[in-house]
């Protein structure tokens, strides 16, 4: 929650635990301690997806009758857009997260040093060695998300078969790689709250005007769930 580029209060889930069960005493706690009540939002906002099928569709079915409710606008922000910009300034940046069964949902983007996220690519749903596959032309990228520090290994041993230097953005760059410019693959540091690049990137939304109604908005599913696929195999 936050009021223009200041961040009034947040909360980290518990992934053991449904959003059904926590997500409306988490707002409500929010609002309790940035001092606000409801009536006082101007924007709501949500990660739109890829993600969990019954996450996104708990969390947009709660935003969408929260502000068709109070008649405000909204936003969906697509999660690798939010993963792309925790991940901060890069030319080349791809956002992973997982998708199960060993699977990721990826994008690529450009990040600005202002913070606006430029697709380079559409959202696909892919296995690690496709990613790669895909991927691997890019000499000088960062790897950002859940899903790049899930498969952290086969990432670095990949780019050590290449001759790319592979580091951590925690742990900083070797010196002999700054002053080579050498091929590098970074992984940016984990994220552990996505909803402040969430808010940062409504912002940018509503400062542009191109905002959505509660009727309009949508998850981004990327993939179809288990159940449609079955349908399919009938």
Not at 140 to 148: C, I, L, Q, S
Not at 167 to 180: A, C, D, R, V
Request: aromatic share 6%; hydrophobic share 40%.
């Amino acid at each position: 929650m936050g009021r223009g580029r200041e961040e009034l209060a947040a909360r980290n889930g518990d992934p053991q635990v449904s959003h059904s069960n926590s997500l409306l005493s988490d707002i409500s706690d929010s609002l309790e301690e940035a001092g606000l009540s409801l009536e006082d939002v101007e924007l709501f906002a949500c990660a739109a997806g890829p993600g969990s099928f019954t996450g996104l569709r708990i969390g947009i079915a709660t935003l969408k009758a929260l502000a068709a409710t109070l008649q405000r606008p909204c936003v969906g922000v697509p999660t690798l857009q939010a993963i792309a910009h925790a991940a901060g300034p890069s030319r080349a940046t791809v956002a992973l997260l997982p998708a199960g069964r060993g699977e990721v949902f990826v994008q690529m983007f450009s990040v600005s040093h202002d913070g606006h996220v430029i697709e380079v690519d559409t959202a696909a749903h892919l296995s690690p060695q496709r990613v790669i596959e895909k991927y691997s032309v890019y000499e000088d990228m960062t790897w950002a998300g859940t899903g790049a520090h899930l498969h952290r290994d086969f990432l670095r041993d990949y780019a050590h078969e290449q001759g790319i230097a592979f580091t951590e953005q925690s742990h900083g760059l070797p010196e002999h790689i700054k002053e080579q410019r050498a091929k590098l693959w970074t992984l940016a540091a984990k994220e552990a709250n996505l909803a402040r690049h969430v808010a940062a990137l409504a912002l940018q939304v509503f400062q542009s005007g191109q905002l959505q109604s509660p009727h309009s908005l949508s998850a981004i599913y990327v993939r179809l769930s288990d159940a449609e696929l079955k349908d399919q195999c009938r």
